[in-house]
């Protein structure tokens, strides 16, 4: 009997949005974001709720969203909170790696703004790459290759690399350490943050 204990369960899926929707969604967070910033780090801004109900756009990113967080939750799990925000970073700026697991129990990403997917191909290839504005979801092993040294045959990396895409949503546990590398480009980048709460059904 072989036992693969306790992954990070990661969902991947592209929402179909198309880009005018993405756009004034974009333009919309930009606006808000710009309103409650209080300070010029990415996390100086007054606390707020983009899916508090009083924007269409949010609204109907939410509810395709939450489709693919179903998914990942399966048939013994269930959505008890949504909290939502954006983060805005120009040229240069990182996220330093991190959990968020004092603020929900899963969280999603959403990238209103980026390179197209080409969904005619690969969509894992294309996704799955370092870089530039690299998003990585880490592995929590002390000893995973990367942090230790040696990566055993059953093992992957230590990093799994996201290419933020448009339209693409990730989501995972919010107990996984997570960064993205410094942003290069012109035009300000956006993630668009769902942070939820989970329950467990039937114990």
């Given at each position: 009997m072989i036992l693969d204990l306790f992954p990070i369960r990661t969902g991947l899926w592209t929402l179909g949005l198309d880009a005018e929707f993405d756009k004034s969604l974009y333009q919309e967070l930009l606006s808000v974001n710009?309103?409650?910033?209080?300070?010029?780090?990415?996390?100086?801004?007054?606390?707020?709720?983009?899916?508090?109900?009083?924007?269409?756009?949010?609204?109907?990113?939410?509810?395709?969203?939450?489709?693919?967080?179903?998914?990942?939750?399966?048939?013994?799990?269930?959505?008890?909170?949504?909290?939502?925000?954006?983060?805005?970073?120009?040229?240069?700026?990182?996220?330093?790696?991190?959990?968020?697991?004092?603020?929900?129990?899963?969280?999603?990403?959403?990238?209103?703004?980026?390179p197209e997917l080409d969904l005619s191909k690969n969509i894992m290839a294309q996704i799955n790459q370092s870089g530039p504005n690299g998003f990585a979801i880490c592995n929590p092993s002390w000893r995973a290759s990367g942090f230790a040294g040696l990566l055993m045959p059953w093992e992957s990396p230590a990093n799994f690399w996201i290419k933020p895409h448009r339209g693409l949503l990730?989501?995972?546990?919010?107990?996984?350490?997570?960064?993205?590398?410094?942003?290069?480009g012109e035009q300000p980048f956006m993630n668009i943050l769902i942070n939820i709460k989970v329950g467990r059904i039937n114990g």
């Open positions: 710009h309103s409650t910033q209080t300070g010029v780090e990415i996390w100086e801004r007054t606390s707020h709720n983009i899916f508090d109900g009083q924007s269409e756009h949010c609204n109907t990113l939410l509810s395709h969203a939450l489709g693919g967080v179903q998914e990942l939750l399966g048939p013994a799990g269930c959505v008890t909170h949504v909290q939502g925000r954006e983060v805005v970073r120009a040229q240069g700026v990182e996220i330093m790696p991190h959990n968020d697991e004092d603020e929900c129990d899963v969280q999603a990403v959403y990238f209103p703004f980026g990730i989501a995972y546990d919010a107990r996984a350490v997570h960064f993205q590398k410094p942003y290069v």
